[in-house]
């Protein structure tokens, strides 16, 4: 058991960086258009490529895991990661950093899938405690990249949030190679051609839509909508109609709590990405705080989400995951919610910690539970699929809470902490949406399988 606690800290380790990725780039904005140098447009285009790598090929990625190995998949998609962050900060304009993005985009949809796939493999009985370290690290990446970020940019310059990852990452792929076993799912996988041509088109037309609704006119982005939905569409006929082996099994739908857990996962995801944009631009602009300080401003919040995950997930393994993951989603929902009521200009910044601190309790007891509970009733065979389909869903909707804070941002208001205020706002909504599908989800104990 000891061999195994020691896997998942390899595969946890390489997973943290790729998820501080996701969020270090915002507070590095400001730096990137001057040292590049770069419009607005390109470095937004520096975070959402990115993001959009990440997201589409996770279906793919989840099934080649299950085809050639996790372990396999997993040390590709480090090696793809660690590579590109290096160029990333050798790039000496904006459009070699945009392709060097998405590039690190593509490694991390291999890895993903690739840690949930172990926890359920490793972890068959206390899966709800390993998935509690899983989430703790989740959490506590997505809101460590901004204090890093602001830490790195100001001492060191913006390519150091690359750099940084290169050490990281070669550390990453030394423990992995010497404590992750390489097993492989005990059934070989058909590759669904038409399958994987058609989810990729067509989640990449949607996703490019609704980051870029912004930059192109209207006709254009209806016309990149419009050819999305007719490509998924076209690619959940194929799935129905394949007589061989789908690439997304949509029997996995036929479980509620995968379903719902998938659709919470969205959810959380929109309200993560929601949040963050407005409440930096506000610590930064309004609130006069360099990007250093608006990070660390955020610490309290990393440390209680990174202390609490592992509890929650151990938890799970004795009580319902859903109620966990309920309590969580409320927390974190009135967290944010209060601070986008006393945002104000002037504020003593130090009452903004009680509601970042609930935000912190919030996200260090959604993601293990959640994530645990989802692929809980799902067979072997279908995991790598299912874990595919799970974290393409928190990727999507870190896409869609990105690209509906922008907008939110620009025509809430003329008044800058009125657009911050209002825009927070949102995710504290979604949040309480996301409880109301997760109590949908059917109640089991996770170390039951």
């Known amino acids: 058991m000891e061999k195994n606690w020691a896997a998942l800290f390899a595969l946890c380790f390489g997973f943290f960086m790729i998820l501080v990725d996701s969020t ?51 040390l590709a998609g480090l090696v793809i990661f660690t590579a590109a962050s290096l160029w990333c900060g050798l790039a000496d304009g904006a459009d070699g950093l945009i392709a060097a993005r998405a590039v690190q985009g593509l490694g991390a949809a291999a890895m993903t899938p690739q840690s949930m796939a172990f926890i359920s493999h490793l972890f ?55 404590l992750v076993p390489d097993w492989r799912p005990g059934h070989s996988h058909r590759f669904d051609v038409p399958g994987i041509v058609l989810s990729s088109l067509g989640l990449f037309a949607l ?77 930064q602009t309004t609130l006069r705080m360099s990007p250093l300080q608006a990070g660390l401003f955020m610490g309290p919040m990393s440390v209680v989400s990174a202390v609490l995950a592992p509890f929650a997930g151990r938890l799970s393994d004795r009580v319902d995951g859903k ?52 692929i809980s009733g799902l067979e072997p ?19 869609l809470g990105s690209a509906a804070a922008g907008l939110l941002m620009q025509v809430a208001s003329t008044d800058l902490v009125d657009a911050a205020r209002i825009t927070m706002l949102l995710p504290a909504l979604v949040l309480l949406g996301a409880a109301f599908t997760a109590a949908r989800m059917r109640g089991e104990l996770v170390g039951a399988h």
Request: with cysteine; proline share 6%; glycine share 14%.
């Open 207 to 283: 996703v490019f839509g609704i980051q870029n609704g912004g930059l192109f006119d209207h006709t254009t982005v209806a016309a990149v909508l419009a050819t999305g939905v007719v490509l998924v569409l076209a690619f959940l006929w194929w799935q129905r109609r394949n007589p061989n082996e789908p690439l997304l099994p949509l029997r996995l739908f036929s479980s509620r709590t995968f379903s719902f857990g998938s659709l919470t996962g969205v959810l959380i995801g929109f309200a993560m990405a929601a949040m963050f944009i407005p409440l930096i631009i506000y610590l």
């Open 381 to 399: 065979r279908l995991i790598g699929a299912g874990a595919g389909v799970y974290n393409m869903a928190r990727q999507v909707g870190n896409v």
């Open 24 to 74: 270090i780039v915002q507070v590095a904005v400001p730096s990137l258009m001057t040292g590049l140098p770069a419009t607005l447009n390109e470095v937004f285009w520096v975070n959402s490529v990115y993001l959009l790598t990440f997201a589409v090929p996770l279906l793919l990625t989840g099934r080649l895991g299950d085809r050639f190995g996790p372990r396999r998949l997993y």
């Open 124 to 178: 068959p009985t206390n899966r709800g405690a390993a998935m509690g370290v899983w989430g703790s690290v989740a959490g506590l990446a997505t809101v460590t990249g901004p204090a890093l970020g602001g830490l790195l940019t100001q001492s060191l310059g913006w390519e150091w949030i690359f750099f940084v990852n290169v050490p990281v990452g070669v550390m990453a792929l030394v423990l992995v190679l010497a």
């Open 323 to 374: 109620y966990i993951v309920i309590g969580g989603l409320v927390a974190y929902a009135v967290g944010i919610g209060s601070v986008a009521v006393i945002a104000q200009p002037g504020l003593d910044a130090w009452a903004l910690v009680p509601g970042l601190v609930l935000c912190g309790v919030g996200i260090g007891t959604i993601f293990g539970p959640l994530g645990s509970t989802t």
